[in-house]
């Protein structure tokens, strides 16, 4: 289970780092939030945080917290931070996909570099391109075997 882990966590994280290396559009793919998704995606994929509702719609969710924060509300750290980060939650709990790293995806809409601002609502398309690579990863390392079952539900 553990090389598993580690095969997957690094093969997903790899593709995020190489998708930003091999497209450098200024944009930042590999958010600091995608290592806890990993963990969760790779070491517990059995938890209702790792299914596809929760993983994509947690991410989904937070990143429009944070971009609207910012953008709408205002750009000053306090109360942008806080205020991103438990509009997030908020927004997970009541469309049922809490999902933990999406409390730091939110945060990043807020501190990221200017390139993540500079992105508005376009900070989506890196958001769910990495989450998108990171599932595609968890898909194969927990299927690839006849004992593997990721995902355990969709809905």
Request: glycine fraction near 10%; hydrophobic fraction near 55%.
């Amino acid at each position: 289970m553990i090389l598993v882990t580690f095969i997957g966590a690094f093969t997903g994280m790899s593709l995020v780092a190489l998708l930003e290396t091999l497209y450098p559009t200024g944009w930042m793919l590999t958010l600091g939030s995608f290592g806890a998704t990993a963990v969760l995606l790779y070491a517990i994929p059995g938890s209702a945080l790792a299914q596809p509702r929760n993983l994509f719609g947690g991410h989904l969710v937070s990143a429009i917290a944070g971009i609207f924060v910012y953008h709408s509300i205002t750009p000053e750290l306090l109360p942008a931070a806080p205020l991103a980060v438990a509009l997030a939650i908020a927004l997970m709990q009541l469309t049922r996909t809490l999902h933990p790293p999406g409390g730091a995806t939110a945060l990043i809409a807020v501190i990221g570099p200017q390139s993540v601002h500079d992105l508005g609502w376009g900070y989506l398309v890196p958001v769910m391109a990495g989450v998108t690579l990171l599932f595609l990863v968890a898909l194969l390392v927990h299927n690839i075997n006849e004992r593997g079952s990721y995902p355990h539900y969709w809905g």
